[in-house]
């Protein structure tokens, strides 16, 4: 079974610096995706970046980036420039691909890191 | 972006009633939806994933009669809960997979549900 484990129950920034949540997850397989997801107070969840993990090019989005590092099986978000907006509950993410490449889709998530960005 | 909706977004009703929860992919065609309860300031918890035409598989500790998943077309899924109690009341969230090929997956996600059983 996969798990996923977000060790940072609550995180604060002030506006306009960068913050880094963290992420390990344990999987015995080899194919597979890591997402972060963000859920604001709305409660939608709002995806904020995705990485394969057969490709060693950390994935980046904007002000987004994620450190992969997967032989220590780690993932974190990197927020630079942090704004009021980005104040959410951030959720680290697994799936499997199978061996044919195509997934189920069934996501495994952590148990989320509440992000407070102070202006 | 792909969109998925869900009706109602909230909904109140009396213990002993069922409840009927739509989501529906709206620009594209979703062979696979997911449904998910969230508990305030929890993670998510996968209840089911629901297939087009064929029957959902429920995860562990879910009780197929209780909540009871169809998923008749590539764009709709309904979640019905029956004979509802108080610890029914929590946050349903449905997210739908994409129908592509690749390797580009990704889930899209529904507003949620908040369901209040008196």
């Known amino acids: ?119 | 972006g792909a969109v998925v909706s869900q009706h109602p977004s909230r909904v109140i009703c009396k213990s002993g009633t069922s409840v009927k929860i739509e989501c529906r992919s709206l620009d594209f065609q979703a062979t696979t939806m997911f449904w998910y309860r969230q508990f305030p300031k929890k993670s998510l918890m996968l209840m089911a994933t629901s297939n087009e035409g064929s029957k959902a598989t429920y995860e562990q500790g879910v009780e197929k009669d209780k909540f009871l998943i169809n998923h008749a077309s590539l764009t709709l899924s309904t979640l019905t809960v029956t004979s509802a109690h108080p610890e029914d009341s929590s946050f349903y969230i449905c997210s739908a997979r994409a129908r592509t090929t690749g390797y580009q997956e990704t889930q899209y996600f529904g507003p949620g549900t908040r369901l209040l059983v008196l």
Not at chain 1, 71 to 98: E, H, P, R
């Open chain 1, 1 to 119: 079974a996969q798990t996923v484990t977000q060790s940072q129950p609550e995180m604060s920034v002030q506006e306009a610096e960068t913050v880094t949540l963290s992420c390990t997850y344990d999987t015995s397989e080899s194919n597979y995706y890591l997402f972060w997801y963000k859920q604001p107070p709305s409660r939608q969840m709002i995806l904020v970046i995705r990485q394969e993990a057969y490709k060693q090019q950390n994935a980046t989005e904007n002000r987004f980036s994620v450190n992969f590092q997967k032989a220590a099986k780690s993932f974190s978000l990197k927020i630079s420039d942090s704004q009021l907006g980005d104040t959410a509950m951030y959720f680290c993410a697994f799936m499997i691909l199978n061996a044919g490449g195509t997934s189920y889709g069934k996501l495994t998530f952590g148990q989320g890191t509440i992000l407070t960005v102070h202006p």
